[in-house]
């Protein structure tokens, strides 16, 4: 089994950072793609951002040039530094793992962190 465990949200003003974590514990595989995704109230959860064990990420369109996906893998722990946040940001941010080869792996989600951009 595998646990993921986010921290880092709270209330920003517009234009602001944060700094999403997830940390990752438990039968963890080396190939594995972990990722943040969003939801709106209202609306449906996408992706915001991936990132392969190897270090290959890829980005929705919208937060482009404003967020950064890593990852520690001698920590088993990602991050999301978001800058420039917009009101249209304001979401729970739930931490993704897909463990395993992309053939055969188990989807894990995390609880759940609430990001709120206002002034």
């Known amino acids: 089994q595998v646990q993921l465990m986010e921290s880092g949200g709270g209330l920003v003003q517009p234009g602001g950072s944060l700094r999403l974590s997830c940390a990752a514990s438990?039968?963890?595989?080396?190939?594995?793609?972990m990722g943040w995704y969003r939801q709106a109230p209202g609306k449906q959860r996408d992706v915001v951002a991936t990132?392969?064990?190897?270090?290959?990420?890829a980005y929705a369109g919208p937060v482009k040039g404003r967020f950064t996906i890593s990852r520690d893998n001698t920590k088993n722990t990602m991050y999301l530094e978001m800058n420039s946040l917009r009101p249209e940001d304001t979401a729970v941010y739930y931490c993704?793992?897909?463990?395993?080869?992309?053939?055969?792996?188990?989807?894990?989600w995390g609880q759940g962190t609430q990001v709120t951009v206002s002034s």
């Open positions: 438990g039968n963890i595989f080396a190939i594995n793609v």
């Open positions: 993704n793992l897909q463990n395993g080869d992309i053939r055969d792996y188990t989807n894990y």
């Open positions: 990132i392969t064990n190897t270090g290959f990420t």
